[in-house]
């Protein structure tokens, strides 16, 4: 362990662009566990994603997004850094603040800017304030502090880190930071041997209802295939392309993602990507988008150009599930919101976040809300899980 020492200084740098930090540099802090070999445990926080969302034009002028990465340095080594953007609106953040704004704007402030710790469109738990090993603790503070401070000397209203972890929230409610709890929808494997050994945890009813949904999707008259690695082609991506898009249309208004995005990807990531493609008649016609974790398998986008009864939870839900059985994967994080998962298996479990107000009194009132969210969500949570699919024997396991 490296504690450190009393006199040490450390330097917290604003880095605007990810070229500005080597690759090697950043994962040692983003993804140490990487040195083994294997796979990152969040594939998102790592040098190559976030370059290709800057690289691609996803994030930067003009988005909402400025990169603004937070580096902590001592005695000239890079300790811990954090991916902190300035951003111009509310959107592709999945932890709603869009009743904050508009209270904060009527009673005559600037929302905007603020300052987000985040993965840009990526509803995904997953450490926010990324330490070298050794470091844990001194950088954890390092990043804290420095991004409080940074809002504080540059006049926003508000800094922002989502879907941390829940150790990270603890740390920085310990500071005076506000903790805010939501909750999504995972699947947890218990060691099942396949699909089947999962479905006979369900109920009666509940194992009948999936079964009859996977024979309906796999009879929609074509093919499903999960596409990992060089199984991946350029053509995929055309096709997902406009399954994203239509996607983006209905759900935002425009996709996030640009096309770039995407051929950047096939470059760069497809190694940790597991890309679900249904044909029929020899053309793609919906698909879903997976990246691989160390632990979990993160769905995160579902498209299509004809509908199929079913081929959605097919798709992104029970074709997850077999990959994660199949690699032997902890759970699959299946994205933001959506009680109809907890049919299908996916039981509610809690994400957190951190946030700080420069307004005292707009602080204390969004610490009384939050409060009263907490105890809301934390029923919720009991609730959904007591109706849960599980049969009796097999609930106490999911809880």
Known sequence: MTDQSPGDTIAINILTSLDQIAPEVWDACACPETADGGRPRDPFTTWRFLHALEESGSVGPGTGWE??????????EVIAVAPLYAKGHSQ?????DHSWAH?????????YPKLQIAVPFTPATGRRFLTRPGHETTGLSALLQGAVQFAAENGVSSLHATFCTEDEAVAGEQIGLLRRTTQQFHWVNRGYADFDAFLATLSSRKRKNVRKERQRANAFGGEIRTLTGDEIEPEHWDAFWRFYQDTGARKWGSPYLTRQFFEIAHETLRDHIALVMCSRDGEEVAGALNFIGR?????????CVEDHPCLHFEACYYRAIDFAIAHGLDRVEAGAQGEHKLARGYMPAPTHSLHWMADKGFSDAVARYLQAEREAVDEEIEILTAYGPFRKEHREEQE
């Open 92 to 96: 592709g953040e999945y932890i709603f």
């Open 67 to 76: 990169p603004r990465y937070l580096s902590a340095e001592r005695h000239g």
């Open 295 to 303: 632990e979990a398998l993160f769905g995160r986008y579902w498209g």
């Open 103 to 111: 209270a904060y704007e009527r009673a005559g402030g600037d929302y």
